[in-house]
Nanobody, 123 residues
Framework: VQLQASGGGLVQTGGSLTVSCAASRRTFSSGVVGWFRQAPAAGREFVAAISNNGRSTYYADFAKGRFIVSRSDAQSPVTLQMNSLKPEDTAVYYC?????????????????WGRGTLVTVSS
């Protein structure tokens, strides 16, 4: 397994949760690292992404102002801090590596995917 997301769980509406993505050095060596999510009976949805050096971040509209993606350096885990969570944020969250910095929201540009972690927000 080249990527592994962790940190999911159950949280109440309005609460916060941080998920983390760890990977082998090779997986994180190029491209952006992105977070996507998939709710039951829904398609894969872009959440956020961060460049290799951590200087550039990208967010879906629903994530702006609530979620923060970060990393310390190119080899460190990538974290997604989620605040003010809503029931509609309930989904399996996946991290992916090797994505395009030109279109970080396009899941087709990512080369590496790991197992997701389930985030459940109770109302």
């Amino acid at each position: 397994v080249q990527l592994q997301a962790s940190g999911g769980g159950l949280v109440q509406t309005g609460g916060s949760l941080t998920v983390s993505c760890a990977a082998s050095r090779r997986t994180f060596s190029s491209g952006v690292v992105g977070w996507f999510r998939q709710a039951p009976a829904a398609g894969r949805e872009f959440v956020a992404a961060i460049s290799n050096n951590g200087r550039s971040t990208y967010y879906a509209d629903f994530a702006k102002g609530r979620f923060i993606v970060s990393r310390s350096d190119a080899q460190s885990p990538v974290t997604l801090q989620m605040n003010s969570l809503k029931p509609e944020d309930t989904a399996v969250y996946y991290c992916a590596g090797g994505g395009s910095q030109r279109v970080p929201s396009d899941f087709r540009t990512y080369n590496y995917w790991g197992r997701g972690t389930l985030v459940t927000v109770s109302s």
